[in-house]
């Protein structure tokens, strides 16, 4: 099993290039389900999760031509409606295929996801949502069994709470529905607007997406077997990998230019990284993060977008632990993200846990030691620890960071860091 080591203490000093965004990619490849045609794509990751689902599009019965960052993807042959187990359990984005393959052939049967531990994120809205559109629901043996006498009826819905994928997998149901949706309370998040303005390229009516009300006029009443057609999608940059290598710049007291980064999409880790004494300069060549000789303790609640986002609660942690002062991490999201806690007290960090609080006291370094990833994020966050610790560090079960990162001890290798997988 692979393991990233790093010998810290190097400040990062170059140029990064931001890759396409997998929290925008799957939904978007899920999206082909939809389409009578191929649909091409670029700027997409190389990442284990794209892979993912790639595979669970071909078992459906697609097609997928790939090269490097392009790949077109034709759903049309698709003559299966079961998403199987042994695709579904290794990534909880799998469940973005449901809405799709209901809308389309009026019934679906998807295995219940899985994903990584941090916390409990039910699909419980998702089910509730197409409900409200007229499918009939059922749970047996770990399967998810949708069903619908003809085609999905248009209607209101509202979200108990925000969530990402459910507006995601509704939003993508409407567009065959019959008549008009409107989707209440829904998530905000960049990836959204990505995917409602591919959607609309490809021939559907989604209105309102980034605010707290999308509304979708289904193209159900259009034909007998309504479908979306042929589309070119680009897929917007990575704001949380953008975030990652901000707050690393800011942590080795580097100075680092993020390229193919979108600003308007991380202001709030922007003005984190500001309240801690960096310097965050946006320019036409991209946003530059320079380092502060003493950093500053800044407070973070984490929150739906465009609050600052929970998958960088980890990382910025990192900073603060070397940071001048205390500092309160408060995480409004999952219930379990501070597993990383544990791995960083290994490396010096002097950090304390009650309920979601996290009081983090700055120390003067910390110190390389074999660590364990738990996760997605806490993998990164782990790599920014070995960056600025003394000594050596050794990230074991880092097959976490490939699901999220595409390359990421190579960039870090360009940007001067001591850093090898083996």
Avoid: W
């Avoid at 009578?36 to 078992?59: E, F, R, W």
């Avoid at 799709?100 to 990584?116: D, I, K, N, Q, Y």
């Avoid at 108990?160 to 949706?181: R, S």
């Avoid at 309160?328 to 979601?356: P, W």
Wanted: aromatic share 4%; with cysteine.
């Amino acid at each position: 099993m692979d393991k990233i080591e790093i010998i810290g203490g190097t400040p990062l000093q170059g140029t990064v290039q931001i890759s396409g965004a997998k929290n925008a990619a799957l939904p978007l490849l899920a999206a082909s389900i939809l389409v009578q045609g191929a649909v091409d794509y670029t700027n997409i990751p190389d990442l284990m999760d794209i892979k993912s689902i790639k595979l669970l599009l071909q078992d459906l019965g697609a097609t997928i031509e790939s090269n490097g960052s392009q790949c077109r993807i034709n759903a049309s042959p698709i003559n299966k409606i079961e998403a199987e187990y042994d695709l579904v359990r290794k990534m909880r984005a799998s469940i973005l295929v449901l809405g799709p393959l209901v809308a389309r052939f009026g019934r679906a049967r998807v295995s219940l996801p899985g994903g990584c531990a941090i916390g409990a994120r039910p699909v419980d809205l998702h089910l509730k949502g197409l409900e409200a559109l007229g499918a009939k629901i059922s749970i047996e043996h770990g399967y998810i069994e949708a069903t619908t006498d003809d085609k999905l009826i248009g209607n209101e819905f509202y979200f108990d709470i925000p969530t990402v994928t459910g507006t995601e997998n509704l939003m993508m149901a409407a567009t065959l529905a019959k008549g008009t949706t409107i989707l209440r309370n829904c998530a905000r998040e960049p990836e959204i607007t990505a995917l409602a303005d591919a959607l609309n390229k490809m021939g559907a009516d989604v209105i309102g997406a980034g605010t707290a009300v999308i509304r979708i006029n289904g193209i159900g009443t259009d034909s007998l077997n309504p479908s979306l057609k042929s589309a070119s999608i680009h897929v917007i940059p990575d704001r949380i990998e953008a975030g990652t290598f901000m707050v690393a710049a800011a942590a080795t007291n580097g100075d680092v230019l993020i390229q193919g980064a979108e600003p308007e999409h991380i202001g709030g880790i922007i003005n984190k990284l500001r309240q801690s004494g960096a310097s965050v300069e946006i320019t036409q060549d991209g946003i530059r993060v320079k380092g502060a000789e003493k950093i500053k303790s800044t407070d973070i609640k984490t929150l739906p977008y465009p609050g600052f986002p929970t998958d960088m609660q980890a990382q910025f942690m990192v900073l603060m632990s070397i940071a001048e002062g205390n500092s309160v991490v408060h995480e409004t999201i999952f219930e379990n993200r501070f597993i990383h806690v544990n791995e960083l007290q290994r490396m010096g960090a002097d950090i304390s846990i009650s309920g979601n609080y996290a009081m983090v006291r700055g120390v003067k370094n910390l110190s390389g030691a074999q660590v364990m990833a738990s996760d997605l994020r806490a993998s990164a966050s782990l790599v920014i620890a070995g960056l600025v610790a003394k000594g050596s560090t050794t990230i074991n079960r880092v097959y976490h960071i490939d699901r999220g990162y595409e390359s990421i001890e190579k960039k870090f290798l360009t940007l001067g860091a001591n850093i090898r997988r083996c």
